[in-house]
């Protein structure tokens, strides 16, 4: 059974950072590639961000450009949300979701298999 669990949310002022993990088991996992969405209340889930199976290739929302930096570390089974500068419109639920595809550019939630159950991120102004 696959699992991804999120971890890492939380309270943060504007301009404040927040590192997002999501541990996965039950797939191969260096061939899965790894991206995060976001939702807020009233508004469809968006894609974040999407790292390839070896964290070579990775692709972001022109949002978050350089801001969120998303890496993984294929002997932990783990995939890292690095994000700076946080605003008050990142504010939202945060999931992970797995895709056993290769192509790693991939930005709707039907290209995914399997989701976490999501962790909350809230950025106060």
């Known amino acids: 059974q696959v699992q991804l669990v999120e971890s890492g949310g939380g309270l943060v002022q504007s301009g404040g950072s927040l590192r997002l993990s999501c541990a996965a088991s039950g797939l191969t996992f260096n061939r899965a590639s790894v991206g995060w969405f976001r939702q807020t209340p009233g508004k469809e889930r968006e894609f974040v961000a999407v790292v390839g199976w070896l964290g070579g290739v990775t692709f972001y929302a022109d949002s978050v450009k350089g801001r969120f930096n998303i890496s993984r570390d294929n002997a932990k089974n783990t995939v890292t949300l690095q994000m700076n500068n946080l605003k008050p419109e990142d504010t939202g639920i945060y999931f992970c979701?797995?895709?056993?595809?290769?192509?790693?550019?991939?930005?709707?939630?039907?290209?995914?298999?399997?989701w976490g159950q999501g962790t909350q991120v809230t950025t106060s102004s």
């Open positions: 979701a797995a895709r056993t595809e290769y192509a790693p550019a991939a930005f709707k939630e039907t290209d995914y298999d399997y």
